[in-house]
T-cell receptor, first 109, second 115 residues
Framework: GQNIDQPTEMTATEGAIVQINCTYQTSGFNGLFWYQQHAGEAPTFLSYNVLDGLEEKGRFSSFLSRSKGYSYLLLKELQMKDSASYLCAGMDSNYQLIWGAGTKLIIKP | IAGITQAPTSQILAAGRRMTLRCTQDMRHNAMYWYRQDLGLGLRLIHYSNTAGTTGKGEVPDGYSVSRANTDDFPLTLASAVPSQTSVYFC??????????????FGEGSRLTVL
């Protein structure tokens, strides 16, 4: 079956770095997405990886290893506004998105 | 620019009643989607539309119907609501359809409670 696994909750300190991991099993693969969702709000797009390696976008970076079925989202210089849920989604061979349950990130001062 | 607008924001509904959740986008995106989000679960696709006049079933379509009469509107109807349909519903759109890798733009969500 198809599955996305990510930790339920993580805690980090303001100004620090945090890495949110995601492992995926999909029937075929057409890319890996990360979305951010603040409590009570809509998800918003953060990144898309389809090739192996690291994609950097400001304080946020996303990494993909297709051979390992693994991705991570790296957040640097954490700010209080980064407190949110981070959703990992894999796209299968039919271009269907398979979503993880999300990782709730709590930032402490 | 509004993006995607959903209505109502929140609704409490008696079981057995009919309910339509409205979704309108002003980005002229071809593709639109309806998802439900439940605690502890990932977003689950209910129905989608790659372009006006066409619709398709997602992962959890039972009990729901959609229509896509024009590019902008994509209403979701619960013909006879049941308590298991209590959820937060998100409408989304993309500049491409199923079969492409475009990012999704989401509405603010409709929180539905069925008693």
């Amino acid at each position: 079956g198809q599955n996305i696994d990510q930790p339920t909750e993580m805690t980090a300190t303001e100004g620090a770095i945090v890495q949110i991991n995601c492992t995926y099993q999909t029937s075929g693969f057409n890319g890996l997405f990360w979305y951010q969702q603040h409590a009570g709000e809509a998800p918003t797009f953060l990144s898309y990886n389809v090739l192996d390696g690291l994609e950097e976008k400001g304080r946020f970076s996303s990494f993909l290893s297709r051979s390992k079925g693994y991705s991570y989202l790296l957040l640097k210089e954490l700010q209080m506004k980064d407190s949110a849920s981070y959703l990992c989604a894999g796209m299968d061979s039919n271009y269907q998105l398979i979503w993880g349950a999300g990782t709730k990130l709590i930032i402490k001062p | 620019i509004a993006g995607i607008t959903q209505a109502p924001t929140s609704q409490i509904l008696a079981a057995g009643r009919r309910m339509t959740l409205r979704c309108t986008q002003d980005m002229r995106h071809n593709a639109m989607y309806w998802y439900r989000q439940d605690l502890g679960l990932g977003l689950r696709l209910i129905h989608y539309s790659n372009t006006a006049g066409t619709t398709g079933k997602g992962e959890v379509p039972d009990g729901y119907s959609v229509s896509r009469a024009n590019t902008d509107d994509f209403p979701l109807t619960l013909a006879s609501a049941v308590p298991s349909q209590t959820s937060v519903y998100f409408c989304a759109s993309s500049d491409s359809g199923q079969g492409d890798t475009g990012e999704l733009f989401f509405g603010e969500g409709s929180r539905l409670t069925v008693l």
